[in-house]
């Protein structure tokens, strides 16, 4: 389902990280992420109190938007969320994150996203195609 151009854009770009509970939406920017080779999404926690709140009470329920701003390529992912809170991808955010802050900041647990649609958000005959 995710090929390369989709993996290589979500490497190099930010996220908005959207949930929603109770009818009230919320979207948040996210730095420490990553792809797992088999094309799961992965989002370190250091403030995700909202997010994680959301998903809890809406089984999981995620999506993700994430953009080039100079070619304006761009992909929403729809999907399902689990979360963390010990194992190797938590102890790779936790080095990630106190390395940037310098010790002030740490990740609590990690978002391991699985994508169930991946949909085109490039202007163009390809937007709104589901891949």
Not at 67 to 80: F, T, V
Not at 86 to 114: C, R, S
Not at 118 to 129: D, F, Q, S
Request: hydrophobic share 40%; charged share 25%.
């Amino acid at each position: 389902m995710m090929n390369e151009k989709v993996k290589n854009l979500l490497k190099s770009a930010m996220w908005d990280l959207a949930t929603c509970a109770n009818g009230e939406p919320n979207v948040v920017p996210v730095a420490f992420k990553d792809v797992t080779e088999d094309g799961k999404l992965l989002v370190g926690d250091v403030l995700l109190e909202t997010t994680l709140r959301n998903i809890k009470e809406n089984n999981g329920r995620i999506a993700i938007s994430a953009y080039d701003a100079q070619s304006l390529e761009g992909y929403q992912i729809k999907g399902s969320a689990e979360y963390v809170t010990e194992g190797p991808i938590v102890d790779a955010f936790k080095v990630a994150v106190e390395k940037m802050f310098n010790g002030a900041a740490t990740a609590k647990g990690a978002l391991v996203i699985t994508p169930e649609k991946i949909i085109v958000t490039t202007p163009g005959p390809e937007n709104k195609k589901e891949l």
